[in-house]
């Protein structure tokens, strides 16, 4: 995955998106990304490549998006 800064710069970016968007529709593109940056991490954190912070952030990510989609499916009809 070619980032722009750093992966933990990426993720913190990535969560304030992920939360300021937090009961909105977003691209799929955009949810795509998230998606593909979340497991860019989980693998680098998996390979033990990553530091503690960065799988921090990861972990509140993933909840995050758990989350959304647990929403989204609530509301689904």
């Known amino acids: ?3 722009h800064g750093s992966l933990k710069d ?7 998106s992920v939360t300021r968007h937090r009961n909105q529709v ?4 955009t949810r795509a990304y998230w998606d593909h940056l979340l497991r860019h991490a989980q693998s680098l954190i998996g390979d ?5 912070d960065t799988a921090e952030l ?7 998006l758990i989350e959304r989609d647990r929403r ?4 689904s009809p």
């Open 72 to 75: 989204a499916a609530m509301t």
């Open 48 to 52: 033990g490549k990553a530091p503690q």
């Open 10 to 16: 990426n993720l913190q970016a990535t969560l304030r």
């Open 26 to 29: 977003v691209h799929r593109d």
């Open 1 to 3: 995955m070619d980032l």
């Open 58 to 64: 990861a972990r509140k990510l993933a909840l995050e």
